[in-house]
């Protein structure tokens, strides 16, 4: 079975559930005489929708049928449902769910930023899964410096990668490493196809670097997860890190990744780089 085959079932069991759970008192209709159905009827839910019976039935009974986001949203609102269940209901659909804005966690809470900040001395960051950085430790600090970018309005750790010179790519071998972070984002982009921001950032990154627009056409797509990784600092030179990706509760594609020392070497010169931003900034002077 194809992936469209196999979600067709699934959304006509959840149209199924989030039926029956819906009153017609909940949408202001009178309860009716004997009512056998748990909760709306299919013709209710296509009146109140505004979309034909048939149509309606077909959607529910997993049919090949298109549908627009128009619609599902009018379904949505009838089902009464909530913001997960309405990103569900566009997914097992096959349509591209944009939540408006950014469309991905923009900050974190205190409890993650604490996380991260006991980490140190290891370097870590919280990443969306656009690699928009939301977070960072001291230690990160240390290592990566990644502005806030005016074109999108955020601090994006690919985009700084691909418009710095290669003599100032703190990756040492980006030609490995810069195909390996496209892929991880296309592996992402699927949940996004047509959404405003994404399409924009891509858009955007595309025109900025003929690298990227290259990497991007050649469709490779690969899940995050740990790798070895060899970075370069103007003051300590060459370290080798291991990288660990973990994922959040309640931050949907965000992940903590945290860059820890390979080898003795490595340890000794994130060490230094602490003793350096402790001289250069004491904590007395840090606001």
């Not at 994922?247 to 350096?276: F, N």
Request: a positive charge; proline letters at 8%.
């Amino acid at each position: 079975m194809t992936t469209t085959q196999r979600r067709r079932p699934e959304l006509a069991a959840f149209l199924r559930s989030r039926r029956a759970r819906v009153t017609p008192a909940d949408v202001g209709m009178p309860p009716g005489l004997r009512r056998r159905t748990p909760g709306l009827r299919r013709e209710e839910v296509a009146q109140l929708s505004g979309v034909g019976v048939t149509w309606y039935t077909w959607l529910e009974q997993g049919r090949p049928i298109n549908a627009s986001p128009q619609v599902l949203d009018a379904v949505a609102r009838t089902l009464r449902l909530d913001q997960p269940e309405r990103e569900h209901l566009y997914r097992l659909a096959g349509v591209p769910y944009d939540r408006g804005g950014e469309g991905l966690p923009q900050r974190v809470g205190q409890d993650v930023q604490e996380v991260i900040d006991a980490l140190d001395p290891r370097p870590a960051v919280v990443y969306n899964s656009r690699y928009d950085l939301l977070a960072t430790n001291a230690a990160y600090g240390d290592l990566f410096r990644i502005p806030r970018t005016p074109e999108i309005g955020a601090a994006n750790a690919l985009w700084t990668l691909f418009m710095v010179s290669e003599e100032a790519c703190p990756v040492v071998h980006p030609e490995r490493e810069l195909p390996v972070m496209v892929a991880t984002l296309r592996s992402a982009y699927g949940r996004h196809v047509g959404e405003p921001a994404w399409e924009d950032f891509i858009r955007k990154l595309s025109a900025a670097s003929a690298n990227f627009a290259e990497l991007w056409a050649s469709g490779e797509v690969v899940p995050p997860g740990p790798r070895g990784k060899r970075f370069r600092h103007a003051a300590v030179g060459e370290l080798r890190l291991a990288t660990l990706s973990l994922s959040i509760d309640g931050m949907a594609e965000c992940r903590i990744v945290v860059y820890t020392p390979e080898d003795a070497d490595s340890w000794e010169k994130v060490a230094r780089l602490r003793e350096r931003r402790q001289r250069l900034w004491p904590p007395s002077e840090v606001v």
